[in-house]
C-alpha cells in the first residue's frame, strides 16, 4: 500500500513512523525544504520522535520530500496540516486547501483521501471535496474515497500514541467510511466509525472544548478560591475519590498548545457564521483562561508586596517556559503573555527550563539562569517537568509561586 503523508509535523509525524512499522510504503510531503532534508539525513525535529527512531523509518523504506513526483500512484493520501487561527479568530483553511489542491493532483481512482487537521465540522465535505474534485476531475465516493479522522495525539504521553488510541472515522459516504478504516487498521488497534465526516469533525472539536471548558471551571474556581481561603486542590482532591461522575481538572497560569486555546474557536466560529448567535460556554471559557496570566502577574505582585518588596525592580525566575510540561514546544504557552505583563510591570526576568535553551519575548533575548535554583527575589513555578527537583526548588527559593499546586513550604504560594 503506497501511503502519502501530507505535512511532516508532530501530527504527520508520527502517523508515518506507526505507518511504516506496519509495512506500508511511506512518503512524507512537506513544502518546508530544511524538514524534509533533516529528516531525510536522520534528524527529527519534534518532540515524541528521536533522531533514531527517524533512522528507523528511514530504514523501513520512509522517504520526505517536497516533490510530488516522488509520491506517485498513492493508495492512501493523509492530510496532516497545520489549521492556525487567522486574524479575525476564525479558522486559517490556506494549508488545507494548498494540501488539498496537491492531493487532487495526485489522487487517481481507487485512491483514498483522509483529512486530519482539526477544522470546524463541514470542512471534508465543503472545502476540500471540491478542490480534490476540481483537481483530478474525479468525484468522491464513487472515484475515490473521502474521509475525516481527527488526530489525539498528546505530546509527550509516554502511554498512549498512535498504536494504542481508538481513532475516529467518518467518510463521505459509508464506502469512504470503511476504506479509511481498513488503512487505519494498520496502524490502530481500535477504529471508531462515525456516521459521516461531520460528527468525526465535531468529536474532535467537542473533546477539546470539553477540556477547555473544564479547565476554565477551575481557574475561575482558583480565583475566588483563593480569596475564600480554600485550598482548591486539596478539594479536586477529595472530589477525585467519587469513582463516578467525576473528572479532576486542574488550574494553572493558564492554557497552551495548539488544540484547547484554538480548536473550541473553530466550533463558536461555525456557530456564529452559520446560526447568527454565540456557543457562549466556549466564549466564556476563552474569556476565563485568557485571563489567567494577567492573574498570575498580579498574585506575583501580591506575593512580593506582602514581603516589602515592589515588582518593579524584582527579580523573577520563570521556571517551564513551555505549553505543557516535558516537551519543548512552546505554541501558544501562557509564559510568554506572564513575562510579558512582568516587563510591562518593571520586573528583571530571569526563566530556566531543560527543554528551552533559548528563549525570546517580542524580539527580547530573556536571560536563562543556570539552575532552576538560581537566585531570585520571586520564582515562578509555570511548569513542573519531571527533571525538575521541585522539593528542592522550595526549599532553595527565596519566595516561590508555584502556579501548578504542587508544592508546600513556609515559603510557597499556591495559585
Ligand atoms: N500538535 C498536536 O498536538 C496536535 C494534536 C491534535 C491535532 N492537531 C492538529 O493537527 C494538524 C497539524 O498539526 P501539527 O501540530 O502536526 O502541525 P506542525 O506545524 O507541527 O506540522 C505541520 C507540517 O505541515 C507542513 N505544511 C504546511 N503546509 C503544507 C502544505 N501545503 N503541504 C505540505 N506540507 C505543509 C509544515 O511545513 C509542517 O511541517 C493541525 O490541524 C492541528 O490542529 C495537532
Known amino acids: 500500500m503506497n501511503v502519502v503523508i501530507i505535512g511532516l509535523g508532530y501530527v504527520g509525524l508520527p502517523l508515518a513512523q506507526e505507518a511504516a512499522r506496519a509495512g506500508l510504503n511511506v512518503t512524507g510531503l512537506d513544502v518546508r525544504q530544511a524538514t524534509v532534508d533533516g529528516l531525510n539525513r536522520g534528524r527529527s525535529h519534534v518532540d515524541d520522535l528521536a533522531d533514531a527512531d527517524i533512522a528507523a523509518m528511514l530504514a523501513l523504506g520512509f522517504r520526505a520530500t517536497t516533490d510530488l513526483a516522488d509520491c506517485q500512484d498513492p493508495d492512501v493520501i493523509v492530510i496532516c496540516v497545520p489549521t492556525p487561527l487567522s486574524e479575525s479568530d476564525g479558522p486559517d483553511l490556506t494549508a488545507v486547501r494548498a494540501a488539498a489542491q496537491t492531493a487532487g493532483n495526485l489522487l487517481k481512482q481507487g485512491t483514498t483521501v483522509i483529512l486530519e487537521s482539526t477544522t470546524y465540522p463541514g470542512t471534508t465535505d465543503e472545502v476540500v471535496r471540491p478542490l480534490l474534485e476540481k483537481a483530478s476531475g474525479l468525484t468522491a465516493g464513487i472515484d475515490f474515497s473521502l474521509a475525516f479522522s481527527p488526530e489525539r495525539i498528546d505530546p509527550g504521553n509516554a502511554v498512549y500514541g498512535i498504536r494504542n488510541t481508538p481513532k475516529v472515522v467518518g467518510g463521505v459516504t459509508p464506502a469512504c ?57 486539596d478539594a479536586i482532591r477529595c472530589a477525585s475519590s467519587k469513582p463516578f461522575g467525576f473528572q479532576a481538572f486542574y488550574p494553572g497560569p493558564g492554557v497552551g498548545g495548539h488544540c484547547i486555546p484554538i480548536d473550541p474557536n473553530y466550533l463558536s466560529y461555525k456557530v456564529r457564521a452559520e446560526l447568527s448567535y454565540p456557543f457562549r460556554f466556549v466564549e466564556l471559557a476563552q474569556e476565563i483562561n485568557n485571563r489567567m496570566p494577567g492573574y498570575v502577574v498580579d498574585r506575583a505582585a501580591e506575593i512580593l508586596n506582602n514581603h516589602a518588596k515592589p515588582l518593579n525592580g524584582a527579580r523573577v525566575l520563570l521556571l517551564g517556559v513551555t505549553y505543557k510540561k516535558d516537551i519543548a514546544d512552546q505554541r501558544e504557552s501562557p509564559a510568554r503573555p506572564i513575562a510579558r505583563k512582568l516587563l510591562q510591570r518593571g520586573a528583571v526576568l530571569s526563566y530556566h527550563d531543560p527543554h528551552v535553551a533559548h528563549w525570546q519575548v517580542d524580539g527580547r533575548d530573556i536571560p536563562r539562569a543556570q539552575a532552576p535554583t538560581a537566585e531570585a527575589d520571586l520564582t515562578i513555578l509555570l511548569q513542573a517537568h519531571t527533571s525538575y527537583d521541585l522539593p528542592g526548588i522550595a526549599a532553595r527559593a527565596r519566595l516561590l509561586f508555584d502556579t501548578r499546586g504542587m508544592l508546600s513550604g513556609d515559603s510557597v504560594y499556591r495559585l
Open 177 to 233: 467510511t470503511e476504506a479509511a478504516a481498513s488503512f487505519y487498521a494498520h496502524v490502530c488497534d481500535t477504529v471508531v466509525r462515525a456516521k459521516s465526516a461531520r460528527e468525526a469533525e465535531m468529536a474532535k472539536l467537542l473533546e477539546n472544548t470539553y477540556r477547555h471548558v473544564n479547565i476554565a471551571l477551575v481557574n475561575e474556581m482558583a480565583i475566588f478560591c483563593h480569596e475564600l481561603g480554600v485550598d482548591l486542590w
